[in-house]
């Protein structure tokens, strides 16, 4: 199910969705749909947008795909047990029927999550512009551990390090997405991304005053606006 909040904060947004849905911080996505900074005649806000989850198409590619949380544990890459293992072999054998020569190995366990690494001498194709490629093999690898019975375990895969590496990108994107937008005076859409992506430029340039950013369009992979609104 989807629901939107506001708040004088991000902080408050999520706190006050989490008590109103009666549920923990960690069993909701949160996608940051728009934020205002505090000036003379305005008090500032931030409206989110919460998927609960039930979602499990949208919440494959959200907050999830972040590698850099330390609770992460990085340790054997062998499956330890009988789940781990029919999930590492219906990735191989999926990538495999595509044509596509993979090791898959076991990158990190936490609780609710286990991260696989895709190693392939075909990694640009299995990543897909964008990523694309990579978020669709995570939602069929999902859709699999819920037929296994395990719909409480989130997969991500990874493969040549994108994840980190897009995250980057982006947050470089961000700031000279910014800059452009204070020289010109004009806003700017950025190209379509997945709602991960999209918080991501949402919290980077939450603290940049004279700017603002709102997401804009329909399904999953909606484009963010940056804007220009001056020192006020």
Do not use: C, W
Request: charged content about 35%; aromatic content about 6%; overall charge negative.
């Amino acid at each position: 199910m989807t629901y939107e909040f506001e708040g004088k904060t991000e902080k408050e947004a999520i706190e006050r969705a989490a008590a109103e849905l009666g549920l923990e911080t960690d069993q909701f996505d949160v996608e940051i749909l728009e934020t205002q900074k505090n000036s003379l005649f305005k008090k500032g806000y931030v409206r989110i947008r919460v998927q609960t989850d039930d979602d499990l198409e949208k919440r494959s590619v959200e907050d999830d795909n972040s590698l850099t949380n330390s609770k992460r544990i990085f340790a054997d890459p062998l499956p330890k047990d009988e789940f781990e293992k029919r999930l590492v072999d219906f990735i191989s054998d999926m990538i495999e029927k595509m044509g596509y020569e993979v090791k898959v190995e076991v990158m990190f366990r936490e609780e609710h999550k286990i991260g696989i690494k895709l190693n392939s001498p075909s990694s640009s194709i299995l990543i897909g512009r964008k990523g694309k490629n990579l978020d669709a093999l995570q939602l069929l690898a999902n859709v699999y551990a819920g037929r296994l019975g395990r719909e409480d375990v989130r997969i991500i895969l990874d493969s040549e390090n994108y994840r980190i590496r897009r995250e980057e990108s982006l947050v470089r994107l961000a700031y000279t997405t910014a800059d452009k937008v204070r020289a010109s005076h004009n806003s700017i859409l950025l190209e379509p991304m997945n709602p991960f992506e999209r918080r991501l430029i949402h919290t980077t340039l939450n603290d940049i005053g004279d700017v603002e950013t709102k997401s804009e369009g329909e399904g999953l992979y909606k484009q963010v606006r940056v804007i220009y609104k001056g020192i006020r």
